[in-house]
């Protein structure tokens, strides 16, 4: 009986060793989230959101650093850095300050469907602003 | 006008008036920098290439602008620690580099190719601290371009980034920083 209880409380704590161990190891080699199905805080057009950083950037970054908003926009500019960073850069000729949307690695191929003059919807994570608003982990919205 | 909007309009303004006495002013917004560390635990990487670099050839000046949450780490869950515990980047959103050359670089012709050694000294502004860098760069002109390269190290004690004792010998306490423009833009 005494056995058998001393057996059960072993096969307990290896469950458990087991358990956190998997899940540590699966945390510690977690990569950054394919934002697909993640939900944006805020839909925002490119030019609402360069009029909010640049009147108030602390309120800006307060609001939406490190957040996933999805912004619409008119493509400016397309940086393509060597096919290891692929830039898509919304705005409107007459802003100084633009969005600038790196993209996703796994999301490339279908952003480089879109040029100069389209409109878009962009889905990011806002990483903040120097001379434009900085957003990282981007995808094209269809 | 809140401050923020002053500071951009006024590297363009400062950049108009410099490029009209010489058209000696660089810049821009695709600089790759990333940090090193290495210990004997674990080697840590992280890349960001949307920095913001503006080379004043009149001047001597360099400046660089980065995103903290900028930069990209293999592992997420490294990038979050980074962020939330080190370099507290919601409260610290940038860093900020401005020095200058130890030399007089203003008559070199551009469209001449050749790479030039040059000390630079200026203030890193990290986690809201501020310290004095010395290092080297390699100025490159080709192809009637300019861009430039350097590295250096800091010690996250300098910068008061506390890095918690059940990690401490997963990160090094001297961090390697590497700057490489690539070709910088002439302000018109």
């Known amino acids: 009986m005494l056995t058998k209880k001393i057996k059960n409380i072993v096969i307990a704590i290896c469950s458990i060793v087991v358990a956190v161990g998997i899940y540590a190891y699966t945390e510690y080699n977690r990569k950054s989230p394919d934002l697909t199905n993640v939900k944006a805080i805020d839909y925002i057009t490119a030019s609402a959101l360069i009029n909010t950083y640049s009147n108030e950037e602390e309120m800006a970054n307060k609001k939406y650093l490190g957040r996933v908003i999805q912004v619409n926009g008119t493509v400016v500019e397309v940086i393509n850095q060597q096919d290891t960073a692929f830039t898509i850069v919304l705005g409107d000729p007459s802003f100084m300050s633009r969005v600038s949307c790196t993209m996703d690695k796994n999301h490339i191929v279908s952003a480089k469907k879109y040029d100069i003059g389209n409109v878009v919807n962009v889905k990011g994570i806002c990483t903040g602003y120097l001379m434009d608003i900085e957003l990282n982990n981007c995808l094209i919205v269809e | ?188």
């Not at chain 2, 635990?41 to 900028?70: C, M, P, R, Y």
């Not at chain 2, 630079?120 to 990290?126: E, K, Q, R, Y």
């Not at chain 2, 601290?129 to 190290?153: E, G, H, P, R």
């Open chain 2, 1 to 188: 006008m809140k401050i923020r909007t002053i500071t951009t309009l006024s590297v363009f303004f400062i950049a108009s008036s410099f490029s009209s006495i010489g058209q000696k002013r660089f810049f821009t917004k695709n600089s790759t920098i990333s940090f090193y560390s290495k210990t004997t635990v674990q080697n840590i990487e992280a890349i960001n290439k949307k920095a913001l670099v503006v080379i004043d050839l009149a001047t001597n000046k360099i400046e660089f602008s980065v995103l903290i949450k900028g930069f990209e780490f293999e592992k997420a869950l490294m990038q979050e620690h980074f962020n939330e515990d080190y370099l507290e980047s919601d409260k610290y959103p940038k860093a900020i580099f401005k020095g200058s050359f130890d030399r007089q670089v203003a008559d070199l012709n551009l469209s001449e190719n050749k790479t030039i050694t040059v000390n630079v000294t200026g203030n890193l502004i990290l986690h809201g601290v501020t310290q004095t860098i010395n290092t080297v760069a390699l100025l490159q002109l080709k192809n009637n371009a300019i861009s430039a390269t350097s590295s250096f190290k800091i010690l996250l004690s300098d910068y008061k980034v506390k890095v918690p004792n059940v990690v401490g010998n997963n990160i090094s306490k001297e961090i390697e920083i590497k700057v490489n423009t690539g070709a910088l833009q002439q302000l018109k």
